[in-house]
């Protein structure tokens, strides 16, 4: 399975499924169970107010777990190499101004 971006709430509340179940969910992690319900990580029922009623991990959701327990996001390759190229033309600069 891909590696992909969750916010810091979303690994909470796959945290929290994984450990403690929804009861421990707070009024907070509607919006972050709704986005891991839209990935398919989680199944979940929601109050008519919007809150969390109940809410389980999917098979896929225990597999990204499996396979990604750190719950590190995916590294942007691209942007790291823009960053690198970006700090060794500062460091040529001021290389050849004290030159």
Same mark, same amino acid.
């Given at each position: 399975m891909e590696r992909i971006r969750l916010s810091k709430r979303a690994k909470a509340v796959l945290r929290i499924l994984s450990r403690q179940g929804s009861e421990a969910l #707070? &009024?907070?992690?509607? #919006?972050? @169970?709704?986005?891991? #319900? &839209?990935?398919?990580? @989680?199944?979940?029922a929601f109050t008519e107010g919007g809150g969390v009623e109940d809410a389980k991990l999917t098979t896929k959701g225990? &597999?990204?777990?499996?396979?990604? +327990? #750190?719950?590190?996001? +995916?590294?942007?390759?691209?942007m790291a190499?823009?960053?690198v190229s970006v700090v060794n033309a500062i460091?040529? @600069? $001021? $290389?050849? $101004?004290?030159g």
């Open positions: #707070s &009024e907070f992690d509607a #919006s972050a @169970v709704r986005a891991l #319900s &839209e990935r398919g990580f @989680v199944k979940a225990k &597999e990204y777990l499996r396979d990604y +327990p #750190s719950l590190r996001n +995916p590294v942007d390759w691209v190499a823009a960053l460091f040529l @600069v $001021i $290389i050849l $101004i004290r």
